[in-house]
Every structure is written in structure tokens, then in C-alpha cells.
């Protein structure tokens, strides 16, 4: 079965940054749309950034936009997440995810029901 298992997570200070990991199993990596979500306590699931099956295209979310960058190694399953000038309301929990390979082939989505498969999540915590 599909697994995504999600590393890089801790606890950092304000400015600081952080390299999230998740390596993919149980799926043919290369054919699979990417993103990182993130949740933080009594909030909704926030769509981070995405990834195209190639890595030829990304997409952010305004919060995370010019400070953190996806990126993905389809020669050993892993897609990243490198997050910099970290600030407290970055704390969360972030997952990764995939949409199925017969959805991979769209444009990139920034929302959660279009993906499929999803990690355990990292908690990430920024202190002031």
C-alpha cells in the first residue's frame, strides 16, 4: 500500500529554518503531484505548497510564498519542504501528500480533497 512518511519536524526559534522530508512508498513516484499541508491547532488544513510530477512547476500558499521551497528527488522517492525566516504562526503539524496518478496529470491543486494519500505529519514548532 501507499506510504508517506514525513521527517524534519522540531522546534526552532523565530528566523530559523528547517528541511522537511517524506519518502513515498507503494506508489510509482515520478507519476504523482506532490504538496505539503499544514494544521495548526483549532485551524483548518492549509494548503503549504505543490509540486509537478517532474518538478518543472510549484505553486505556494501566500503565507509560505517567497520563504519556504518544495522540491522532490523522483530517484529516491522524496519530495522536500526547505522553510526559511520561520515565524511563530508556522507552527503546525505538516504533512505531505499525493494525488492519485490519474489526477497527477492536472494542474497543480492547492486543495486538500484532491489528494489522496496523505503522511502521519512532523509537528513543527517556531518559538518567538
Known amino acids: 500500500q501507499v506510504q508517506l512518511v514525513e521527517s524534519g519536524g522540531g522546534l526552532v526559534q523565530a528566523g530559523g529554518s528547517l528541511r522537511l522530508s517524506c519518502v513515498a512508498s507503494?506508489?510509482?513516484?515520478?507519476?504523482?503531484?506532490l504538496g505539503w499541508f499544514r494544521q495548526a491547532p483549532g485551524k483548518e488544513r492549509e494548503f503549504a505548497a505543490a509540486?509537478?510530477?517532474?518538478?518543472?512547476?510549484?505553486v505556494y500558499g501566500d503565507s509560505v510564498k517567497a520563504r519556504f521551497t518544495i522540491s522532490r528527488d523522483n530517484a529516491k522517492n522524496t519530495v522536500y519542504l526547505e522553510m526559511n525566516s520561520l515565524k511563530p504562526e508556522d507552527t503546525a503539524v505538516y504533512y505531505c501528500a499525493a494525488r492519485a496518478q490519474w489526477a497527477s496529470y492536472s494542474s497543480l491543486s492547492q486543495s486538500p480533497h484532491d489528494y489522496n494519500y496523505w503522511g502521519q505529519g512532523t509537528q513543527v514548532t517556531v518559538s518567538e
Open positions: 507503494g506508489l510509482t513516484f515520478s507519476r504523482h503531484q
Open positions: 509540486i509537478r510530477r517532474d518538478g518543472s512547476w510549484t
